[in-house]
């Protein structure tokens, strides 16, 4: 006798595996608030690490390491980095690789001062360079989610070809914020309690992302698609379109950096945001995101960026150059990935 159950029962462990997926994508958000993810071991470390390059400074470098204007060449460079180390911890939870978001920025700021040399005003500047960022990380996400290209490639490629876009646009020249769009400057020159304009901005994007990935659906799903796209799938989630808006987002971020460092540099540049995908990848591994994807915390990647930052202004202002910061950036990023990898099989 045949079963009339049998179509039913072959439907039943998608709707078993959705309430699995879906409480473990609450596990995130389950926690009482930001203090409590500061009381986990990983933070706690990173706290320490931050306050012991503190006292290194102190001690080697006291007369430059203990002034204002040091500390607000540090938050300068820790807010346009750290917009992007946002996009780039919801990339990674999610399981992908973002290779090109410094070139996406620098894309951006050239497109949107090439607008400021044709009399455009600066909310339009400031639009262009966000809708570029957004723009360019959505061919990512189309590449990847429904072109199917491997992250590493898709974004590998988006890399050289908006570099190569920044050149060709700005003819390799550095363009100016031509006068009439002080109001980008000012984010950098105008302070509030001493500090730019800029930083208070970093600081709405991190608090942002933080409420976007611990308080919202698209967090729980993002931990979902990042620790199981299969399980997340046949929890009913569309793991492409997901995969879709965490480039989008990704280049959001873009975009919003660059309206930053043109405030900070008053340019738009080819060169811009050189190499800050190392830094905004060290930064979110040295914060505890898996690379594999799943796991990981905003406060951690914006602890990791700071400790990060800090190591370079330690190497500036101890006058090593250049070549030196780079060995010594690829050394951390070695030793983070190490150290994360013994943590995961300890626990196995």
């Given at each position: 006798?045949?079963?009339?159950?049998?179509?039913?029962?072959?439907?039943?462990?998608?709707?078993?595996?959705?309430?699995?997926?879906?409480?473990?994508?609450?596990?995130?958000?389950?926690?009482?608030?930001?203090?409590?993810?500061?009381?986990?071991?990983?933070?706690?470390?990173?706290?320490?690490?931050?306050?012991?390059?503190?006292?290194?400074?102190?001690?080697?470098?006291?007369?430059?390491?203990?002034?204002?204007?040091?500390?607000?060449?540090?938050?300068?460079?820790?807010?346009?980095?750290?917009?992007?180390?946002?996009?780039?911890?919801?990339?990674?939870?999610?399981?992908?690789?973002?290779?090109?978001?410094?070139?996406?920025?620098?894309?951006?700021?050239?497109?949107?001062?090439?607008?400021?040399?044709?009399?455009?005003?600066?909310?339009?500047?400031?639009?262009?360079?966000?809708?570029?960022?957004?723009?360019?990380?959505?061919?990512?996400?189309?590449?990847?989610?429904?072109?199917?290209?491997?992250?590493?490639?898709?974004?590998?490629?988006?890399?050289?070809?908006?570099?190569?876009?920044?050149?060709?646009?700005?003819?390799?020249?550095?363009?100016?914020?031509?006068?009439?769009?002080?109001?980008i400057v000012e984010l950098s020159t105008t302070r509030v309690l001493g500090l730019p304009l800029l930083v208070y901005i970093f600081a709405l994007v991190v608090l942002a992302g933080w409420i976007l990935l611990n308080r919202t659906t698209f967090g729980r799903r993002t931990y979902a698609v990042g620790g199981n796209p299969e399980a997340a799938r046949l929890a009913g989630i569309d793991v492409r379109r997901h995969t879709l808006l965490l480039y989008a987002l990704s280049g959001l971020c873009c975009g919003i950096a660059a309206v930053l460092i043109m405030a900070r540099t008053t340019t738009g540049s080819s060169t811009h945001g050189d190499l800050y995908e190392l830094d905004a990848i060290a930064a979110v591994i040295i914060g505890g995101t898996l690379l594999t994807g799943g796991r990981g915390t905003i406060i951690g990647s914006i602890l990791g960026l700071m400790i990060f930052t800090l190591i370079t202004n330690l190497f500036i202002l101890n006058g090593l150059n250049t070549s030196d910061q780079l060995i010594a950036k690829g050394l951390i990023i070695v030793v983070a990935v190490l150290l994360q990898r013994r943590g995961l099989e300890s626990r196995t």
């Open positions: 006798m045949t079963d009339s159950r049998g179509p039913q029962a072959e439907k039943a462990p998608p709707a078993d595996e959705h309430v699995r997926v879906e409480a473990q994508a609450r596990k995130p958000a389950a926690r009482t608030g930001p203090l409590a993810r500061f009381g986990e071991a990983r933070h706690l470390g990173l706290l320490v690490a931050l306050a012991l390059l503190v006292v290194v400074g102190l001690v080697t470098r006291p007369e430059n390491f203990a002034t204002t204007s040091n500390l607000v060449s540090v938050l300068s460079l820790a807010a346009t980095i750290g917009v992007i180390t946002v996009g780039m911890t919801f990339v990674i939870i999610g399981g992908g690789i973002d290779l090109s978001v410094g070139a996406i920025m620098a894309l951006a700021s050239v497109w949107a001062t090439t607008l400021a040399t044709q009399s455009y005003g600066p909310f339009v500047m400031i639009l262009c360079a966000v809708l570029v960022g957004t723009g360019a990380g959505l061919v990512n996400g189309l590449l990847i989610s429904y072109g199917r290209v491997v992250p590493f490639i898709a974004t590998l490629a988006m890399l050289v070809a908006a570099r190569g876009l920044a050149q060709r646009m700005s003819d390799r020249k550095t363009q100016l914020v031509q006068q009439g769009n002080e109001t």
